[in-house]
């Protein structure tokens, strides 16, 4: 299932899907989604698939995995930072990597995975995270 809020590369994703012959009769492109919509979609899916080549950051992805949904990442350093060592990501363009990383996902507990994200992805992780790299910033500069 593919889902979106923004359609601005449906062309070129629809024309993807094409190429893929008999294997994109599988990919199930939905209308818009809204935002307010896709917690039902995360917490009714086992996995969670990126595999973006580029990323500010991943709010999807932060968004999917404290519903519980297990990620396969492209290894790119904000997927590596949400994801942390709950997931082993892949090369961008490795699909039998990115396969694997399905299955792998598909293993993880739905409770591990939400309790991973409480421990290291909640607003209160991250502003001591920010407050800590500010003091060891601050340290630094004085020496």
Request: hydrophobic letters at 45%.
């Amino acid at each position: 299932h593919l889902l979106a809020t923004d359609r601005t590369l449906e062309p070129e994703v629809r024309a993807a899907i094409a190429a893929l012959g008999p294997v994109g009769e599988q990919v199930h492109v939905h209308d818009p989604v809204p935002h307010a919509a896709m917690a039902g979609w995360y917490s009714a899916a086992d996995v969670y698939l990126s595999t973006s080549r580029s990323e500010g950051s991943n709010y999807s992805l932060i968004e999917a995995m404290t519903l519980g949904c297990a990620p396969a990442v492209s290894d790119i350093p904000p997927h590596r930072a949400i994801a942390g060592d709950l997931a082993e990501p892949f090369a961008v363009d490795d699909a039998p990597a990115a396969a694997r990383a399905v299955e792998r996902a598909r293993t993880l507990p739905r409770a591990d995975v939400e309790a991973f994200a409480q421990a290291h992805l909640s607003w209160r992780h991250v502003a001591e995270t920010l407050v800590e790299i500010w003091q060891f910033l601050r340290t630094q500069a004085r020496n």
